[in-house]
């Protein structure tokens, strides 16, 4: 419980002021509709520039997840959820990766891909507490020798937004649950052992967390993933919680692996177009009483907290949390808490497009909608270079089209990878470590809670298709000749030049 004495202080009041407004903007995604006909954005042509190809060792990749291209996981929160009635369509099979992955697998070799992105579902390793399926765990080594086998370099996903449904029940006395509570910070190290040490062997490349920017918000103050919770101090508990999750894991898997590289991926949810500092929001409560908004669009404020070894929110979990539930590098090395500071080997983010309205920001979940903005690619890539100075994965890059129709803007996913290619290479030239580049994804997925988004280089029809028949887009060729090319050369950039300027 909280005492009356801090919910009046005024820090606390400023960091609920904060996450008022927040709210307010996110849950207006239910109550304003998005305008049928937008007028396309107006886009820029490539000038036919020679930029450097990429290093021999670049890592070109694809992405998926477990939940969204597995099919028939019933262990989950996500299951439980959608069993709840709480989203359009149910998951299904999905596009039944968990059978097909040797074939998707191939489908990426033959683009030239180089690297693979794949996640292992932790409902399915550890279907209850303690107890573990290694039939389950043989499952996911096989697929990554797979992987191997065909000459990729796997990349896995540790919680890519689903866990067990048993980490969201409370069974003990403390009254907390799901991330909320500490105690599923050692159930993730747990699990994270038990996978590194059946995996390692074939797996160098790790992301302990997917999207924890957005993914802890969203359920944990909004309410609109699972546990379905809109509490403001279980917001902060769990971003906590899973930043020393993070951290430890960082530890057990480099103890496991010592060249290991492990990092957790955010979700760039937008290139900071309100705020006129890229600072965080937690420099003064003064500061943040008249910057809401603008401040909880810093999408960074997990990297930052590893980079400086301090909860990005601490000036308020000071005071929420016991002080052994809050540390800086320097208190984590007295009270014994886990340190946080420098506990990433690269940067990972996911860039899909900038928001520069209100109304698009309320509308994010319509992807096909979403202004698309292969220059800001650049914009990143060096901020981020000058921040933190490590190597750097775009863990993710894609399009979204509505069941695979084309966009009003008239973007194309060839044109989509083209253009963002260049300007990942005209980073690169300018200094920045990129080493790896993901599409987001191999295959069409369930998009957590229907499968109206399309980003697939292959179109697979969950809903009608029931031999779940890959389809090649045009992004299949676009992406093999840019492999191929080592980038977007001159010849690739008038090939797909984009939509017309309007």
């Known amino acids: 419980m909280v005492s009356m004495n801090l919910i009046k202080s005024k820090r606390l009041a400023a960091v609920f002021q904060l996450i008022t407004a927040s709210l307010f903007v996110f849950s207006c995604q239910t109550l304003v509709p998005q305008p049928q006909n937008q007028a396309p954005a107006a886009v820029s042509r490539l000038n036919a520039t020679a930029v450097r190809p990429t290093p021999n060792q670049f890592m070109w990749g694809v992405s998926s997840a477990g939940y969204q291209a597995e099919g028939n996981e019933t262990n989950s929160q996500w299951y439980f959820w959608e069993q709840a009635g709480k989203t359009k369509h149910r998951s299904g099979k999905a596009v039944d990766f968990y059978n097909r992955y040797e074939e998707d697998i191939l489908l990426a070799k033959q683009m030239g891909v180089n690297s693979f992105r794949m996640s292992v579902e932790w409902s399915r390793v550890e279907p209850q507490p303690g107890v573990f399926d290694e039939a389950q765990i043989a499952h996911y080594r096989k697929i990554v020798q797979t992987v191997r086998k065909h000459g990729m370099e796997p990349l896995v996903t540790l919680v890519h937004f689903t866990y067990p449904q048993w980490l969201d029940i409370d069974s003990d006395r403390d009254g907390l649950r799901s991330w909320e509570d500490p105690d599923s910070i050692d159930a993730y190290l747990r699990y994270t052992d038990k996978v590194a040490r059946a995996l390692s062997s074939d797996v160098r490349y790790w992301i302990t967390f997917n999207e924890p920017n957005i993914w802890l918000p969203i359920a944990h103050l909004f309410g609109k993933t699972p546990p379905g919770t809109r509490s403001p101090l279980g917001f902060l508990r769990s971003g906590w919680n899973v930043l020393k999750a993070h951290a430890r894991a960082y530890d057990r898997l480099h103890g496991i692996n010592p060249q290991a590289m492990v990092s957790s991926n955010i979700f760039q949810f937008q290139y900071n177009p309100f705020a006129k500092s890229p600072k965080s929001f937690a420099a003064s409560p003064e500061a943040m009483n008249t910057r809401t908004i603008e401040a909880f669009a810093d999408s960074d404020w997990f990297m930052d907290g590893l980079k400086s070894g301090e909860y990005a929110y601490g000036i308020h979990a000071q005071q929420l949390f016991k002080p052994s539930h809050y540390a800086s590098e320097a208190s984590a090395r007295n009270n014994g808490t886990v340190a946080l500071l420098g506990r990433f080997d690269y940067v990972a983010f ?43 994965v775009i863990a993710e890059n894609g399009i979204g089209l509505f069941q695979n129709k084309p966009r009003a803007d008239g973007w194309k996913r060839a044109d989509h990878i083209v ?20 599409h987001w994804s191999i295959t069409d997925n369930y998009e957590w809670g229907d499968f109206d988004s399309a980003f697939g280089l292959y179109r697979v029809d969950a809903l009608n298709d029931p031999s779940l028949t890959r389809i090649p887009t045009d992004g299949v060729e676009a992406y093999r000749s840019v492999i191929a090319a080592k980038g977007a050369t001159p010849l690739l950039q008038q090939k797909y030049p984009g939509p017309v300027n309007r």
């Open 350 to 392: 996911d860039y899909y497009y900038r928001f520069t309205k209100l109304e698009q920001v309320m509308n994010a979940h319509e992807t096909w909608r979403m202004p698309i903005y292969p220059e800001g690619l650049y914009n990143v890539l060096m901020d981020y270079h000058r921040r933190f100075n490590k190597p750097i």
């Open 419 to 438: 253009h963002h290619v260049y300007h990942m290479q005209r980073a690169m030239q300018d200094g920045a470590k990129v080493i790896g580049y993901y």
